[in-house]
């Protein structure tokens, strides 16, 4: 999933953004300040190219998913299930072997002709998608794969 990061000088006063280009082809302008005068806390809002706030979702998205049958792609979630901010996948740490995500048709493939991100056991993945019923996983049969989003 390609995403691409770039600083931007914003305005004179030095504030910079940093801006990620999303799988989606939409940019997200991340503000942050380059400079800091004491310990207070620093809390980031993101906004549009346009400066507009993003809302987050109204609650966060949570759950897991089993894979039926080895080689076979599992829909994450049969259902619509919008997210404004993306989702964290997490591979259950006694899964029985490496879990393959990406889009509809991933294969269970690693011999370097696989359609999918390898997600080893434990490991955890952030993909940038606006809806969680567009990603699908490939594994062994009975492994596990967790999920939370916003």
Not at 104 to 117: I, K, L, Y
Request: hydrophobic share 45%.
């Amino acid at each position: 999933m390609p995403v691409s990061t770039k600083a931007e000088n914003r305005s004179a006063d030095l504030t910079r953004a940093l801006v990620v280009h999303n799988v989606l082809g939409t940019d997200v302008l991340f503000p942050t300040a380059v400079a800091l005068t004491n310990s207070t806390p620093i809390h980031v809002l993101p906004v549009d190219l346009n400066g507009n706030a993003v809302a987050p979702a109204a609650a966060p998205v949570a759950g897991q998913a089993t894979i039926a049958t080895t080689g076979t792609a599992i829909q994450l979630t049969a259902s619509s299930t919008p997210l404004a901010n993306g989702i964290i996948l997490v591979a259950k740490s006694t899964n029985a072997a490496n879990l393959h995500v990406g889009a509809s048709g991933v294969t269970n493939t690693e011999a370097g002709a696989g359609t999918g991100v390898i997600l080893e056991p434990g490991k955890m993945v952030l993909l940038c998608v606006n809806n969680a019923n567009v990603i699908y996983v490939n594994g062994t049969i009975n492994d596990v794969i967790s999920y939370i989003g916003a």
